[in-house]
């Protein structure tokens, strides 16, 4: 419990030290960049003939409930799979 | 008007007056010129009619498909296959007992479960999985989200708790690399109430929360904990909550810990100042190192209810315990992505090793662990097939005046199993 506890406060102390605000190299990330980073986070990276233009954004909102994708993030990667 | 004194010999029509022929020759050629191009107007008019009407008839077929603000889609999984098991019980002193089993669909992952996902524009999100597994219906979950904001989700609705990573993330057949789900691992589980969530960058990293207040477990009277379902047995909430963080830029890293805080007592019971309390650690690596793919998972829960006096079932006196539980795994898998053969790139190893230990001294005690190693081959990003085989040993440690038998059971198992997102 002494551990997960310094865990949290760790990440707590990571928070407060750094602006809510994404470096200069996250914001240049591609759509495909961050879908390849992304989803193999859990599963395999998803094909983008899988689905169509709308059943991507609703998996998209989906996706970011379950992996807490940033708005930006979720928004590239649907900006790459419907293309 | 008839003239007595015209000649019947000239022409009546004005076209026959015209004496000079050059001229006559002109204008019928202008006349002729004229017909024919009167008919090709006709014709192009006819023409230019059908493709306006099968321009129009194409547009509107195109504006029935253009995509409204709403979208149903079904997606979902079903995970099905067949175990085969040898199970040895060796009583303290006595011989062993040998049990074989083996089942279609094996005995806890047959699974059929179709999700619907409902959209309303990009605000709303409805989310609806039911089940059918083990031989009954039931619900994974059932929750409204509202994104409400950069970073922030608003869901309602009966959803899983953010504790700890498999739950939520990695539970599915078509994503776990192995066949049985880590042992332990289910709770706290899906539950009633309302939370909050988002993900928001951090620089080069990025940070995530996840919380929740909802219904809360339920004290059962032999010291178990399980959720209470949709009729609350309190007054009170339980508050559960993950809070993660990527330090990499590439997001291959993520690190969390969980925690659940509430009252587990049925009102008005004898247990009415207890308190459920988790705590949780989880990791997730996934790194590419050519040829391979490595995927690293682990989490590790705490569940602790404070001291009470349970009913000893034999003779009805009290009995206490010291209700600490603790709940682990860790699994690596490899994956040859790179390879030029088809079929040795799609196929993944995959171990894990899973310890348990429950409260000694009362009636469901045990210290477990169980190895489990698996091949599987994947026959696209989403269907998978897996041979898995797992080994558990777990020594007793239970109240035996409480009814509770003392003793070492070993198992083996086989499992074939295919996996697949519809």
Redesign the interface.
């Known amino acids: 419990m002494t551990w997960i506890m310094i865990g949290g406060l760790g990440i707590l102390v990571a928070i407060i030290m750094n602006s809510c605000a994404e470096s200069k190299k996250v914001a240049a990330k591609s759509g495909v960049q961050l879908w390849a980073e992304n989803c193999q986070r859990c599963h395999n990276t998803p094909s983008p003939n899988s689905f169509s233009h709308d059943q991507w954004i609703t998996l998209g909102m989906h996706m970011q409930t379950r992996a807490q994708l940033t708005n930006e993030e979720r928004d590239k990667i649907i900006s790459f799979l419907t293309q | 008007m008839f003239d007595p004194n015209e000649d019947p010999e000239k022409p009546k029509f004005g076209f026959m007056r015209i004496k000079h022929l050059p001229t006559r020759c002109l204008i019928l050629g202008f006349a002729l010129l004229s017909i024919v191009q009167g008919g090709r107007a006709q014709q192009t008019t006819a023409a230019d009619s059908a493709l306006l009407e099968r321009v129009t008839t194409l547009e509107q077929q195109v504006a029935d498909q253009k ?1 409204g603000e709403s ?1 149903l ?1 079904i ?1 979902g999984l079903t995970t099905f296959g067949f175990a085969n098991s040898k199970t040895v019980f060796t009583p303290p002193g006595g011989p062993p007992q040998t049990a074989k089993a083996n089942s279609f669909p094996d005995a806890d992952r047959y699974e059929l479960s179709p999700m619907l ?1 409902w ?1 309303h524009g ?1 605000k709303w ?1 409805v ?1 609806f999985e039911p089940s059918f597994s083990g031989g009954s219906l039931g619900v994974n979950w059932a929750n409204i ?1 509202y ?1 409400a904001a ?2 922030l ?1 608003i ?1 309602a609705g009966y959803f899983v708790l953010p504790f700890g990573i498999y739950a ?3 539970a ?1 057949g ?2 776990d690399k192995l066949a049985p789900d880590p042992q332990g691992i289910d709770l706290p589980g899906s539950d009633f109430g309302i939370g909050v ?14 919380l929740s207040l909802t219904n809360g477990l339920q004290l059962l009277s032999d010291g178990e904990i399980q959720g209470v379902g949709i009729v609350d047995n309190n007054k009170n909430k339980t508050i559960t909550g993950r ?3 990527l ?1 990499f ?4 890293l ?2 969390g ?1 969980s ?1 659940l805080y509430g009252n587990a007592a049925d009102e008005g019971s004898n247990y009415s100042n207890a308190n459920s309390t988790m ?3 989880d990791l ?1 690596y ?1 790194k590419t190192l050519k040829p391979f ?1 490595f ?1 690293v998972k682990g989490q ?1 829960s ?1 569940v602790l209810v404070n001291r009470q006096n349970y009913i000893n079932p034999v003779d009805s006196t009290n009995y206490t315990f010291d209700n600490t539980s603790t709940f682990a795994f860790a699994q690596i898998s490899i994956r040859p992505v790179s390879a030029d053969n088809n079929i040795v790139k799609n196929l993944e190893l995959a171990f894990r090793y899973v310890n348990n230990t429950t409260p000694s001294n009362s009636l469901w005690g045990q210290n477990y662990n169980e190895e489990d190693i698996g091949l599987d081959y ?1 026959l696209s ?2 269907t998978v097939l897996k041979f898995t085989y797992a080994k558990s040993h777990a020594v007793s440690t239970q109240k035996v005046s409480a009814g509770g038998t003392l003793g070492a059971t070993d198992m083996n198992t086989i499992y074939l199993q295919f996996a697949l997102q519809l």
């Open positions: 995509p979208h889609m997606v996902l959209r990009t999100l989310e989200s994104f950069p970073g989700v869901h939520k993330r990695l599915a078509w994503i969530s988002g993900g928001l960058p951090l620089g080069n990293m990025k940070w995530s929360y996840d809070l993660a963080l330090p830029s590439n997001s291959s993520e690190i810990v925690g705590y949780g650690a997730s996934v793919l995927n590790l705490k994947w990003w989403r």
